[in-house]
Nanobody, 123 residues
Framework: VQLVESGGGLVQPGGSLRLSCAASGFAFSSSAMSWFRRDPGKERDFVAA????????YYVDSVKGRFTISRGNAKNTVYLQMNSLKPEDTAVYYC?????????????????WGQGTQVTVSS
């Protein structure tokens, strides 16, 4: 099983980034997928989730209207489009998979995790 994130980097406040997470080794199309983020020394916080079909999405309040989660089941990839970025969005971003298709804001319910990609929002 592999989840490989990419697309992180340094961006100025107000800028945009698109994160990708390429999945392999498990039933991606029947899995719920999510993005979490973690500041140094803190727990992983839920950011966004998407159901197996992509028909429903969920967001933490602080990113609603700015971030969009999507998925391409043919490409086994989940995305996080991040617009209007703020310094407080700075964190390591992780994608996660729940093979039972359960969307949740609880990190403990996810089966697989990527290695993370750093997002830094700074002028």
């Amino acid at each position: 099983v592999q989840l490989v994130e990419s697309g992180g980097g340094l961006v100025q406040p107000g800028g945009s980034l698109r994160l990708s997470c390429a999945a392999s080794g498990f039933a991606f199309s029947s899995s719920a997928m999510s993005w979490f983020r973690r500041d140094p020394g803190k727990e992983r916080d839920f950011v966004a989730a998407i159901t197996r079909s992509g028909s429903n999405t969920y967001y933490v309040d602080s990113v609603k209207g700015r971030f969009t989660i999507s998925r391409g089941n043919a490409k086994n990839t989940v995305y996080l489009q991040m617009n209007s970025l703020k310094p407080e969005d700075t964190a390591v971003y992780y994608c996660a998979a729940n093979e039972r298709g359960v969307t949740s804001g609880s990190a403990s319910l996810y089966d697989y995790w990527g290695q993370g990609t750093q997002v830094t929002v700074s002028s």
